[in-house]
């Protein structure tokens, strides 16, 4: 069962009232937006997903609690495009969970996972052209390298990028777990799973996700209602830098400012730094996932 990582603290820190409007960009099994749904009386919820099986679990899941929501089958790159399509241009607070579901990694046929063997697959929405398999079969040398080292930060990133290129055609997990494995020098095997970071990087490529990430916080900020607020969960150091920037940008006042008496008021930060939270020791005994986890929480200022 897919335990949702930080739930009470994202509960608490996104100040919910019975009247909130609340978006879950990244619904999954339901588990944040379960525990949201059942606080949002007379408000509404709005969830995002574009995995069939995820939306098609959460919906089951989520009528038992109440009706006020809308499951949007999409990128929460569009956040701002759907909600508009809805009539809505503001909201109360807004989640992201930006870990892999357990059930995607689980199920051994949507090609995640590094100890399961599966056809390459890795895409988050099941209707995409672009897949694993066309990742590691066609890119170029110097673009597999480029993805390794950027969205991994995997040192033997050209020997590994190597490898695969003389080992093609290369079509399921456990065959390109062992190009990787003869890739990297037998000390860097013993240390940690040779292929964790390489699978990263290519799922983050098959699915855009950083880029995605970025486009759709930046929205999620201009939404925000006086007072609501954005708590987002990351998983590795690429979205965590991405958030930390993104929310630095917003909440510090222009250096050229800083010098004046008054600032001008239209020129103050439109946003504040709530907290940054990192998952509990009991929570990372019961659930070892959260090992990397990290939540910051922003507030829309008035």
């Not at 890795?122 to 080292?149: C, G, K, P």
Request: hydrophobic share 35%; glycine share 4%; net charge negative.
């Amino acid at each position: 069962m897919h335990k949702s990582v930080l739930l009470e603290e994202c509960i608490h820190y996104l100040n919910l009232r019975e009247d909130s409007i609340i978006v879950d960009c990244t619904l999954g099994y339901g588990g944040h937006s379960s525990e949201i749904l059942k606080r949002v009386k007379r408000g509404f919820l709005f969830a995002f997903d574009q995995d069939e099986e995820a939306i098609k679990n959460s919906q089951r899941r989520l009528e038992e609690i109440a009706q006020n929501f809308d499951i949007i089958p999409s990128n929460f790159r569009y956040i701002k495009e759907e909600l508009a399509h809805r009539k809505i241009d503001k909201v109360d607070g807004i989640l992201y969970d930006l870990g892999v579901s357990s059930p995607q990694l689980d199920e051994a046929e949507r090609g995640f996972s590094f100890h399961q063997d599966a056809i390459l697959d890795m895409r988050m929405n099941q209707n995409q052209f672009l897949t694993a398999e066309e990742v590691v079969n066609h890119y170029d040398y110097d673009d597999l390298v480029s993805i390794f080292r950027n969205y991994g930060e995997e040192k033997y990133a050209p020997s590994i990028a190597r490898g695969i290129i003389e080992s093609r055609p290369i079509h399921t997990t456990l065959e390109l777990v062992e190009v990787i494995k003869k890739s990297v020098p037998e000390k860097y095997r013993r240390e940690k799973h040779p292929a964790r970071k390489v699978f990263q990087a290519i799922r983050i490529e098959v699915n855009d996700e950083l880029n995605a990430f970025e486009e759709s916080l930046r929205q999620a900020l201009n939404l925000l209602s006086v007072g609501g607020r954005i708590c987002v969960i990351t998983f590795h150091s690429l979205e965590d830098k991405i958030c930390k920037e993104i929310f630095k940008e917003v909440t510090e006042l222009d250096a050229s400012l800083k010098q004046l008496p008054v600032v001008p008021e239209e020129y103050l930060p439109k946003y504040k730094i709530v907290k940054t939270i990192t998952p509990s020791k009991e929570e990372l005994e019961e659930n070892p996932r959260a090992r990397s986890a990290k939540l910051r929480i922003i507030e829309r200022l008035g």
